[in-house]
């Protein structure tokens, strides 16, 4: 999985870094422009709550999700990069396997024998990102699944299709022509979401 992933990574990369040799001067003006828009695809591993010790990658944890933002330019500095508030879109997928740690770190028992393998999320956040580099931002976001029966401290949740949470961001970009590779740390918590998760990810955004 992880040769997939790098081999994946460096495909898009390069195509996109040739694409953005015949295109490269016009997308230059729509960036020297006071909007951004940038949509990709990244990587993301459920690492889960921060107080488990991280004793080797296991396949099983990674996971796809969709990205996209849309950002206006507030601020520049001397060198031309721009400070911009931004909106932030993601909608993605997690296995089984995710599905079932993530609910076992929210303290939830399930009746349900098999989960999906295929479970849907998205996460809608704002914010801001600083000299092109840096990301902050916070939002709202909410996992989806099979119905099922969910039982916990604070009771038993009948038919249950979904948990909702507050969703917070750091990351950083890195420009690379016409693409950005992004690296960053979701955090997960609160609403339905009894402790917090974190799930680091990292891709391309194809810069317009």
Same mark, same amino acid.
């Given at each position: 999985m992880?040769?997939?992933?790098?081999?994946?990574?460096? /495909?898009?990369?390069?195509?996109?870094?040739?694409?953005?040799?015949?295109?490269?001067?016009?997308?230059?003006?729509?960036?020297?422009?006071?909007?951004?828009?940038?949509? *990709?695809?990244?990587?993301?591993y459920?690492?889960g709550?921060?107080?488990?010790?991280?004793?080797?990658f296991?396949?099983?944890?990674?996971?796809w999700?969709?990205?996209?933002l849309?950002?206006?330019?507030?601020?520049?500095d001397?060198?031309?990069?721009r400070?911009?508030?931004?909106?932030?879109?993601?909608? *993605?997928?997690?296995?089984?396997?995710?599905?079932?740690?993530?609910?076992?770190?929210?303290r939830?028992? #399930?009746?349900?024998?098999?989960?999906? #393998?295929?479970?849907?999320?998205?996460?809608?956040?704002?914010g801001?990102?600083?000299?092109?580099?840096?990301?902050?931002? #916070?939002?709202?976001?909410?996992?989806?699944?099979?119905?099922?029966?969910?039982?916990s401290?604070? *009771?038993?949740r009948?038919? /249950?299709?979904?948990?909702?949470?507050?969703?917070?961001?750091?990351?950083?970009?890195?420009?690379?022509?016409?693409?950005?590779?992004?690296?960053?740390?979701?955090f997960?918590? *609160?609403?339905?979401?009894?402790? #917090?998760?974190?799930?680091p990810?990292?891709?391309?955004?194809?810069?317009?």
């Amino acid at each position: 999985m992880k040769k997939t992933f790098l081999a994946f990574l460096c /495909a898009v990369l390069v195509g996109q870094v040739a694409m953005s040799q015949e295109f490269d001067d016009d997308k230059g003006k729509n960036r020297n422009s006071g909007l951004a828009l940038s949509i *990709g695809a990244s990587a993301t591993y459920y690492y889960g709550q921060s107080s488990r010790n991280f004793d080797k990658f296991e396949d099983d944890r990674v996971n796809w999700q969709l990205n996209g933002l849309l950002g206006i330019t507030v601020a520049r500095d001397k060198g031309g990069r721009r400070t911009m508030l931004t909106a932030f879109g993601n909608y *993605g997928f997690n296995n089984k396997k995710t599905l079932s740690r993530l609910l076992a770190d929210q303290r939830y028992t #399930t009746l349900a024998l098999n989960q999906s #393998t295929s479970n849907n999320f998205y996460q809608l956040e704002a914010g801001v990102i600083i000299a092109e580099v840096l990301r902050i931002s #916070t939002g709202v976001g909410q996992q989806n699944f099979n119905e099922q029966l969910l039982a916990s401290t604070d *009771g038993i949740r009948f038919n /249950a299709k979904f948990l909702k949470y507050y969703s917070s961001t750091v990351g950083l970009n890195f420009n690379l022509a016409s693409v950005t590779w992004t690296i960053n740390c979701n955090f997960a918590y *609160g609403k339905d979401f009894n402790r #917090t998760v974190l799930t680091p990810s990292t891709g391309l955004l194809l810069r317009f």
